[in-house]
């Protein structure tokens, strides 16, 4: 019985054994066969780094304002009596638009001015006789005060009829009128609305951030979504004096050429501030960036060479930059790189630090000037 627990003993012994020594020779020779293998190229196009201008901008949005519009309204209220303008007309300043019945202060007027001659000479006589003490003081004095009053009368009844009509305060356009011949106005109903729409306006906000960077005479790009191919150049004009401290924004109004009429108030605009130009400043296509929680890096290429400074393969080198701005598809590195570093433009997703690059010319990113069919 012993004897077969031995043999037994013996067997289970020897499996385990066969398996180890197996699992160990495999092991070796998969090592074996990995270190004789050749590291991987990766294949990645590349461009260096030169200095390059940099054109600064600031981007906003905001809404386009008139030079100078108001909603027209009357003073009095009245029955108009003639409308001088038409919808969408060109009217100059002081242009009259719209008359009010003003019959009955006319013909007032007219009583007014009428009674004036007899007034004044009544008081030039009581004048004359009180020089030569035929009459009171009191006497002329009521004389004065009668013709004073008269004065004062007629200059009431000028200024209700000059209420009673509407007049242009500045050179524009009118809009679309609503009202018509006959109808009642009420006093500050609107009448009409009038803009000068050949210089305009927009106001949009900045951080406080950026407050330095912007002062009056900067020009500005605006860009309105009726006309999204054309860029409309203005000219900053003035900053509010005050940061808004609940956000920490301060308004600022730019001014825009309109001489022919395209933009119009209202109008939603993008607005970028262009910025005096920086020279000798790195900028690099943003898709060569790795965008990481730990900050941002790219692959420089580094040639390996042997003594005779022959090169040997390319490694790439992972660097750690930082990102002042960045615009359409590029960006300008503040620190990392320096002008000369050779850096992966495409093909950096597979590498890591060290790892051996072979440079290729091929762009993926140009697209085909023929497209597959599938």
Do not use: C
């Not at 609503?178 to 109903?189: K, R, V």
């Not at 990481?292 to 420089?300: N, R």
């Amino acid at each position: 019985m012993k004897k077969w627990y031995a043999i037994m003993a013996f067997i289970v012994i020897a499996l385990f054994g066969s398996v180890i020594s197996f699992n160990i020779f495999k092991a070796h020779m998969i090592a074996k066969f990995m270190s004789s293998m050749p590291e991987p190229v990766y294949p990645v196009t590349t461009m260096t780094v030169k200095p390059q201008t940099w054109h600064p901008v600031i981007e906003a949005i905001g809404f386009i304002q008139p030079y100078a519009g108001v909603d027209l309204s009357s003073e009095q209220g009245g029955k108009i009596a003639k409308i001088n303008f038409a919808s969408g007309q060109k009217v100059s300043k002081g242009d009259l638009l719209i008359e009010l019945d003003t019959q009955v202060e006319k013909a007032n007027l007219i009583s007014s001015e009428a009674d004036l001659p007899a007034i004044k000479a009544k008081m030039n006589r009581m004048l004359q006789l009180y020089k030569s003490n035929n009459v009171s003081r009191q006497a002329l004095d009521a004389a004065k005060a009668s013709y004073y009053n008269l004065i004062g009368q007629i200059d009431s009844l000028k200024a209700l009829i000059q209420r009673r009509l509407i007049t242009a305060p500045f050179d524009g356009i009118v809009g679309i009128r609503n009202i018509y011949e006959g109808q009642y106005l009420q006093p500050g109903s609107p009448v009409v609305r009038l803009e000068n729409n050949d210089i305009m306006r927009i106001q949009f906000t900045i951080t406080q951030k950026d407050l330095a960077k912007v002062t009056p005479g900067l020009p500005v790009h605006i860009m309105a979504d009726a006309y999204p191919n054309r860029n409309f150049i203005g000219e900053i004009n003035a900053l509010e004096p005050v940061v808004n401290s609940d956000s920490g924004v301060i308004d600022v109004q730019a001014s825009i050429p309109n001489s022919n009429g395209q933009l119009r108030s209202g109008m939603f605009a993008q607005v970028k501030i262009l910025i005096p130009e920086m020279k000798n400043q790195i900028v690099i296509p943003l898709h060569a960036i790795n965008f990481q929680l730990y900050g941002q890096s790219v692959y420089v290429v580094k040639p390996v060479t042997d003594n005779k400074q022959k090169i040997l393969h390319y490694t790439a080198k992972q660097i750690s930059i930082h990102i002042k701005e960045y615009r359409e598809g590029l960006a300008l590195v503040s620190s990392g790189l320096k002008a000369g570093d050779q850096i992966v433009t495409l093909g950096q997703v597979r590498l890591s630090n060290g790892s051996h690059v072979k440079i290729t010319q091929q762009n993926k990113l140009i697209a085909p000037e023929k497209i597959p069919y599938l």
